[in-house]
């Protein structure tokens, strides 16, 4: 089996458990606290955060799963926390590019992906309400 067949099939894996995750995690919120605001999300966003923070830290040089990187980042950054959110890998960029000293770009970065999201995802809405007919 090739390397990118590999990587591909850990990141498939990662994928169905982190969705599998999301579903879990937003509907056990949902019982609890109910859907009128979106608490489910907030809680995926920020624990998917947390995850993705801990284990770069745990595969960067100095880290303890630095030897299992390639694995560790294709099955669980990849997979698993953008299975369950990709809210995770925008934090980790952000964060990214705040440690290198990069602060206007990590500042845009955070205006641009929420500015365009929102207005992606209105424009996204008027056009399947166009398509409804």
Do not use: H
């Amino acid at each position: 089996m090739t390397e990118t067949l590999k990587s591909y099939m850990w990141v498939g894996i990662g994928s169905a458990f982190g969705g599998i995750a999301r579903f879990w995690v937003s509907d056990i919120v949902a019982e609890r606290v109910g859907q009128r605001f979106p608490w489910g999300t907030i809680v995926i966003n920020i624990s998917g955060s947390l995850v993705i923070g801990i284990l770069y830290a745990l595969t960067l040089p100095e880290g303890r799963l630095n030897t299992s990187r390639i694995f560790v980042t294709q099955l669980l950054m990849v997979g698993v926390c953008g299975g369950y959110t990709t809210f995770s890998s925008f934090s980790l960029q952000t964060l990214t590019l705040a440690r290198d000293g990069q602060w206007l770009w990590a500042g845009g970065n955070v205006l641009i992906s929420v500015a365009a999201c929102l207005i992606a995802v209105w424009l996204g809405f008027l056009l399947g309400q166009i398509l409804n007919g």
